[in-house]
Every structure is written in structure tokens, then in C-alpha cells.
């Protein structure tokens, strides 16, 4: 808008300091020679005839050329009507009423005749009298002004967006990471709301670490329970209720660890450094298969990526059980597609109601119908993946195989480098 504006005020000026010099121009060159003109007749008129010629062409000048007949039927001719106006304007100024002809007009220049007491004509030329006038002193100004404006406007721009900007991008990180402060600065109104947005992030984090704190206290005071009525249950005499309730504390404490493992995760810190992907999810299918499960990996032998390698190892970990427990088998195919490596984990399952596929992301959340109970879990492992995923700036997706089946997709970028394996 401050942009428009100075555009505006620019091309206005521009227009308005032509017209106005143009106009201005014209009727100062026409009051000019209207002045010399009849300067120049008065002293023709009081010239012999004789010393006219002579006379006429001393008063001749680059602005007003002069040449004098002695006859008078020369330049007689009727006068265009077009130039009627032009003509009103001269003779106003001469004083010389219908003893004026104006004969052509072309390319500014003005050409006619002046008829003198004795008749004889004064023929005359004024070269560019209507010629127009580009912009000079008034286009300089307007653009020094126009110049001024401008990078004042920027400036401010500049003050005002560089805070907005600020808050812009610690808006978006609220919820994925640790909170980041917003320097007050800028405008009243900014530093108000820069206020509020510190004030807002401290609420939001204060509430966050309770309810993780809370959780965590629970669940991790609920084992101490757990373990007596584990070891109560040991001295009963009936073992068919000796299983179940071992087999109900066996579901509470895979639930108490799956919360457990979410709160944790929430505030790793753990540092990335270089690892064999490809070593990492070959070892994790060799597990599975040593343990009688149907699970397979296609993928190149080696492939070094920086990453967090515990996070990402228990990623991969819960969607190979994930396949195992809800389809039988799974196989885990690595490809490197330029800048990024994708990894897809694949079974032949009931798979996910298209519905669900994004609600399955999120905590303690479950579909009873097509995944049941009996598997575990407590609606965390999904919502672990996403998380961690994410904070590799990774892509997760979903979506069913057909005829039948689940792929989970994780998309990771993969940055140039020549890494030595032996670091790893």
C-alpha cells in the first residue's frame, strides 16, 4: 500500500508538474512575442520604406524571424479557421485586431502576417511556440521527494514486519520444542503482543510439564503395587486364577511402560550422530525371524544417515511389532530417492478403515473393531512414531495396501556426506 502510494504521488506530480510547466512555458513565449512583434511593427511603421528590408532583418532573432514585403497582396490569403483561437490570443496581445493573418502551424511553429498602416506585410515565424516541454526542475523534485518517501516507508515496513515476522515463527513452533522467547520490541501494539505470546508459552509449558509430572508420578507408583499383588497372586492355590490375574498384571504393566515411554520421550535430548540405517533395521527383521515371526528386509547393505539412534531404533522396534502382532509377517524395503530415504514397513493384515487412518496418530487413541485388545498397547505406539518422526523433520503417512494390508511410510532426508562407517 505505502508502495501504490508513492507511485501515485509520483506519477501524479509528474503529470501536474508538466502540465503546469507546459502551459506556463507557452504563455510566457507567447506574451514574449507578442511583445517583440509589436515593438518590431511600431518601428517599421515609423521607417522609410525604403530602409525596411534593411531594418527587418536586424530585428530578426532565433525566436522571432522577420522578412518585410512591399507588396501588400503577398500573404493575403483567407485565414484557417482552425487557427482562430490562436489568432484571438495574439492579437489580444497586439492590439492589432484584424490586421493579423496567421498562414500555418505545423511542428510548433507558428507562421503569418502583419499587415502595416501602409499596407505592406510583415511576415513572421516563431519556431517551437507550441512545442511541448518535457519535465525538468519539477520531475527532479518529485523523484527526490518520491526517493524520501520510499525509504521511509521501508524503514517502517521493515520495523514493523521484522517483529511480526519474529512471532510468526514462534507461534509456529509452540507444542515442538522448548518454548522461545519473543524480544518485546517494535511498536506499542507489537510489544503487547509479544508480551502476551512470552505470558502465553509460559502458561502452556507450565501446564505441560504438570500434566507430564503427574502422569509419570502416577504410573511410576503404580509399579510398587503391581509387583506386591504379582507376588500375593504367586501363593494361590487355584491356578486358573493364579493366570488370570497375572495376565492382568501383565496388561497393566505393558500400560504403565507405554505411558511411561511416551512422558519420556517428550523431553529427549538426545543428540543425533551417524549411524547404518540400513544395519539398524536389517538387525531388528533378524530378531523377528530368529523368534519364528514371517519378516523380511529389502534394502541396499549399508546406508549411513545422521539421526537419533535410540529414538528411531524404537521407532522402527514398534512398527515391526506392530505388523507382527496385527498381520503375522512384515517386510521392511529401503529406497533412496535422491535427497530423501523412504522406508516402508509392510503386512498383509486387516489393515486400517481409511476413517482412521490420521485418528490413529494420536494418544491413547484405538479401533477396537479392527484391532483388538488382545494385541496390547494402550493407543501410544502410533502417537510415539509420529512424534519422533517429526522431531527428525521426517513425513509419516499411512495408507492400505491392496487387497489387503497396512504400509507405513517414513520419510527422511538425507544429507550429502562422506561418513566413515567405522563410527558407527
Not at 506499542?188 to 505470558?199: D, G, H, I, Q, Y
Request: charged fraction near 25%; include cysteine.
Amino acid at each position: 500500500m505505502l508502495l501504490a502510494a508513492v507511485l501515485l504521488e509520483f506519477t501524479g506530480s509528474t503529470v501536474f508538474y508538466e502540465q503546469a510547466e507546459t502551459y506556463a512555458a507557452d504563455d510566457l513565449r507567447l506574451m514574449r512575442m507578442a511583445g517583440q512583434l509589436a515593438a518590431d511593427l511600431r518601428l517599421l511603421d515609423a521607417t522609410p520604406p525604403d530602409q525596411r528590408e534593411r531594418i527587418t532583418a536586424l530585428l530578426s532573432s532565433p525566436d522571432l524571424l522577420l522578412s518585410w514585403r512591399a507588396d501588400p497582396g503577398a500573404g493575403a490569403a483567407a485565414e484557417p479557421a482552425r487557427f482562430h483561437a490562436l489568432h484571438r490570443a495574439i492579437a489580444s496581445r497586439l492590439g492589432l485586431g484584424d490586421r493579423l493573418r496567421l498562414q500555418s502551424a505545423d511542428h510548433g511553429d507558428v507562421t503569418g502576417a502583419v499587415r502595416l498602416q501602409d499596407r505592406s506585410l510583415l511576415h513572421f515565424t516563431a519556431p517551437t511556440l507550441l512545442s511541448r516541454h518535457g519535465v525538468t526542475r519539477g520531475l527532479l523534485s518529485a523523484a527526490v521527494l518520491a526517493g524520501c518517501v520510499l525509504l521511509a516507508a521501508v524503514m517502517l515496513v521493515r520495523t514493523l514486519s521484522l517483529p511480526l515476522r519474529e512471532l510468526a515463527g514462534v507461534a509456529d513452533a509452540i507444542g515442538r520444542g522448548p518454548p522461545v522467547r519473543v524480544a518485546e520490541r517494535g511498536p506499542r501494539e507489537v510489544r503487547r503482543l509479544s508480551r502476551a505470546m512470552n505470558a502465553m508459552q509460559a502458561r502452556i509449558n507450565r501446564l505441560i510439564s504438570d500434566r507430564t509430572e503427574a502422569l509419570a508420578a502416577v504410573s511410576h507408583d503404580l509399579r510398587t503395587p503391581l509387583a506386591r499383588l504379582r507376588l500375593r497372586a504367586g501363593f494361590l492355590d487355584d491356578a486358573e486364577i493364579q493366570a488370570q490375574i497375572e495376565g492382568d498384571l501383565d496388561e497393566m504393566e505393558a500400560m504403565v511402560g507405554s505411558v511411561l515411554s511416551y512422558l519420556a520421550g517428550e523431553g529427549d535430548v538426545e543428540r543425533k550422530r551417524t549411524v547404518d540405517l540400513a544395519a539398524m533395521l536389517g538387525t531388528l527383521v533378524d530378531e523377528a525371524s530368529d523368534a519364528g515371526h514371517v519378516a523380511r528386509y529389502d534394502g541396499p547393505d549399508h546406508l549411513p544417515l545422521r539421526l537419533r539412534p535410540l529414538a528411531m531404533k524404537r521407532v522402527f522396534a514398534n512398527l515391526v511389532s506392530n505388523a507382527l502382532n496385527y498381520a503375522g509377517n512384515v517386510r521392511v524395503l529401503v529406497l533412496r530417492d535422491g535427497e530423501t530415504v523412504v522406508i516402508r514397513f509392510e503386512d498383509d493384515g486387516p489393515g486400517i478403515p481409511e476413517a482412521e487412518l490420521e485418528r490413529v496418530m494420536t494418544p491413547f487413541y484405538r479401533i477396537e473393531a479392527s484391532r483388538s485388545r488382545a494385541t496390547g498397547g494402550l493407543g501410544l505406539g502410533l502417537a510415539i512414531v509420529q512424534r519422533e518422526v517429526a522431531r527428525e523433520k521426517g513425513r509419516l503417512t499411512l495408507r492400505n495396501r491392496v487387497p489387503t494390508g497396512l504400509c507405513v511410510e517414513i520419510v527422511l532426508a538425507c544429507i550429502k556426506q562422506q561418513e566413515n562407517l567405522s563410527e558407527l
